[in-house]
């Protein structure tokens, strides 16, 4: 086995040529990279050395923090700033599997609205790997299937299958969209993931449920860690037949009965579009709400990137 693998020297490469990307955030980024799945269960305290590291990763959050450079003077970032994911409706997830060119949006304030981690880079977009879900790997009693977070682009996914390789797999674009309709047949909601330590940028979509997720839990409990996709739902009661169908694949809890009825919390709705797609009767429609920001869509962000470089 090669002392410095081939994906890291891509690392390297890629973090050198980052804007304000550190030695720290080089460490970080490799450790999270290559060990995720023992990070993950440590953040959300699913493994036995969680309560004696817990004030480790305080400290390391701190200093995360106080970094130069990360946040106005007297402003804090929060781990949701350095660490977090935007919904996607399953068009929206397509299109970003589908990408068939390199990509360059540096700076999506509006579409990420966090301080930190808000750029889609991508290289070699059809380069993607099926990880085995380490939010899933966490639980004692797991959804199935577990190979459903995707890995797309590099340096990341060339990473992951380096490292991992007892864990993750290469798999088809094809592939990549069974993966995403299969998981949205189940209810699982799509989340674009960025981190700070991950070149500031995109790298994933995971498949997410209540139950499992880190990310969705934390958020449930105050950490805004995802971001709406700028759509809430809509239903029309004199099409919906009062069934529930919608209110059992909410992760959101965003949707509840009222009377013979069921009825949107547009506060809690993050407009993934899950409960669209198992409505039987077809009473429920995404609809836009600027007030929740600009949709992942990548074709739009495209096209609107050309047309202001042009």
């Given at each position: ?17 980052t804007p ?92 990420i609205p ?111 860690m995802l ?84």
């Amino acid at each position: 086995m090669k002392l410095i693998q081939p994906s890291t020297l891509r690392f390297i490469t890629e973090a050198r040529q980052t804007p304000g990307y550190s030695l720290f955030d080089f460490l970080h980024g490799y450790i999270y990279g290559r060990w995720t799945h023992l990070y993950i269960a440590i953040g959300t305290g699913r493994h036995p050395l969680s309560k004696w590291l817990a004030p480790i990763a305080a400290w390391v959050e701190k200093q995360l923090a106080r970094r130069q450079g990360h946040a106005a003077p007297g402003e804090a970032l929060s781990l949701a700033d350095t660490y977090h994911g935007k919904t996607l409706s399953l068009e929206a997830a397509r299109q970003l599997v589908l990408v068939n060119e390199d990509i360059h949006l540096p700076d999506l304030e509006q579409v990420i609205p966090y301080k930190k981690a808000r750029a889609i880079i991508l290289k070699n977009p059809d380069h993607i790997v099926a990880l085995e879900c380490p939010c899933r790997a966490a639980r004692p009693n797991p959804c199935h299937p577990m190979d459903v977070c995707l890995v797309i682009g590099e340096p990341f996914a060339s990473f992951v299958i380096e490292h991992c390789p007892e864990k993750a797999r290469w798999i088809s674009r094809q592939e990549a969209i069974e993966i995403l309709e299969a998981e949205n047949r189940r209810g699982h909601v799509q989340h674009a993931f960025f981190k700070d330590a991950m070149l500031g940028r995109f790298y994933a979509i995971c498949n997410c449920c209540a139950c499992c997720c880190g990310a969705l839990q934390a958020h449930r409990q105050g950490t805004p860690m995802l971001a709406s996709s700028g759509y809430v739902a809509q239903i029309e009661e004199s099409l919906c037949a009062g069934c529930g169908a919608c209110l059992a694949v909410c992760q959101f809890s965003a949707l509840r009965m009222d009377g013979a009825y069921s009825q949107v919390d547009l506060a809690q709705c993050m407009g993934c579009g899950v409960c669209v797609q198992h409505c039987p009767t077809g009473a429920i429609s995404l609809q836009r709400e600027p007030r929740r920001g600009v949709p992942l869509e990548i074709h739009t962000l495209m096209k609107k990137a050309a047309k202001q470089n042009g």
